[in-house]
């Protein structure tokens, strides 16, 4: 009898990864949700053998049966489409708030949607049977000096918690994977990430601290073995999913290595850094990375495990290196060269 893992975000980055390990184990079969079954993702995904079941987060009722008889569920919760669509934008103007206050009420909203669904299954579920993809309190951990750091303290007042407070139950039988640095994500900001330079090099401007290390993690291949190393664990796990860390400049230096142009880095205020993102994401993501060199990504969780501990157990998470990442990638296509 084959076990059935429900994936949520199936037709993302994070929930395609974790269906392209679960779809190579016989031992298992998949339910994918999706707001739009049709969709030529969601077509792709069913001709793989997948069950691709309507599914909206902001509608409980889609969400009565779809976790129903699963063994495993994976979650992805999402804050950067929801605060990028116009028409929350207009609707966090009209209700007095920023559009970052408002998508961390989206997400929270798609999150406890998510618990109280997945809480009504607990029994059938495997014993880590929930895995939530998160992020740290920055609020908490920073003691209150980064407070709008909203798509890190939504996903974090869910997972763990909401889910703690509400469902004990099922919290004992939850994991979290705190996801690193997209290694795709030079994409939203590429003036930041590659900025052209007179000399003609291009230089890296982050408010980060040049020294300090960084998780960065290929979402799209490397989440799904990250979720079944969680399988291995006790539940109650919380993993970094990492696949390789290094500093802004070391991830800087191999880019210009693979591509053969001349690089460096600065150090940025988060006041410099908004002036050249646009669409009023500057800020939040500016103190992202200012957070990350005063307290640590993740604020240095000490509940954590990372790659090199499970290693000492015996437990190796076959991952992406970013210069294969950089090999692999069409710098051209993309925009980014020549220069
Ligand atoms: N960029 C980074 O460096 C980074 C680092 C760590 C964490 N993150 C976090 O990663 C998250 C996004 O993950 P991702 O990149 O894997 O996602 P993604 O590729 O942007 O895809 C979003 C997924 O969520 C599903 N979805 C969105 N809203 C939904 C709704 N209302 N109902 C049902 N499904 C919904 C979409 O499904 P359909 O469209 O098919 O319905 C899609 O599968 C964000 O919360 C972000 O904060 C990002």
């Not at 979290?176 to 291009?202: E, N, V």
């Not at 079944?228 to 006790?234: E, K, N, T, V």
Request: aromatic share 12%.
């Amino acid at each position: 009898m084959t076990k059935l893992v429900v994936i949520i975000g199936i037709t993302g980055n994070q929930g395609g990864s974790v269906a392209s390990t679960f779809l190579r184990d016989p031992a298992w079969r998949i339910r994918g949700l999706t707001r739009h079954p049709s969709s030529t993702a969601s077509r792709a995904l069913t001709a793989e053998g997948i069950e691709m079941v309507h599914a909206d987060l902001h509608k409980p009722s889609t969400l009565n049966n779809v976790f129903k008889g699963a063994s495993l569920v994976f979650s992805v919760t999402d804050f950067w489409k929801p605060f990028f669509t116009p028409a929350n934008q207009e609707k966090a103007k009209e209700l007095g708030k920023s559009i970052g206050r408002y998508a961390y009420e989206l997400e929270v909203d798609q999150g406890k949607n998510i618990v109280d669904a997945v809480a009504k299954e607990t029994a059938g579920l495997d014993d880590v049977g929930f895995v939530a993809s998160t992020l740290c309190h920055a609020g908490k951990s920073s003691e209150g000096r980064y407070q709008e750091l909203w798509h890190f303290d939504a996903k974090a007042d869910i997972f763990p918690g909401y889910l703690k407070e509400t469902y004990p139950e099922l919290a004992r039988k939850t994991s979290f994977l705190h996801t690193g640095y997209f290694f795709t994500s030079w994409g939203y900001m590429p003036g930041r990430w590659f900025a052209k330079q007179p000399d003609g090099s291009i230089q890296m401007q982050f408010p980060t601290r040049p020294d300090v290390l960084i998780p960065h993690l290929n979402p799209r291949t490397d989440v799904g073995p990250f979720v079944r190393a969680l399988l291995q664990l006790p539940p109650q796990s919380t993993l970094m999913a990492a696949s390789e860390w290094c500093t802004w400049p070391e991830w800087m230096k191999t880019w210009g290595e693979v591509t053969g142009v001349r690089t460096s880095y600065k150090q940025v205020s988060v006041e410099d850094f908004d002036k050249e993102v646009p669409g009023g994401a500057g800020k939040e993501i500016g103190e992202m990375y200012e957070f990350s060199s005063e307290y640590g990504y993740n604020a240095n969780q000490a509940n954590t495990l990372k790659t090199w501990d499970l290693e000492k157990m015996g437990i190796k998470i076959p991952t992406m290196s970013l210069r294969e990442y950089f090999e692999a990638e069409d710098w051209i296509a993309a925009g980014i060269l020549p220069y």
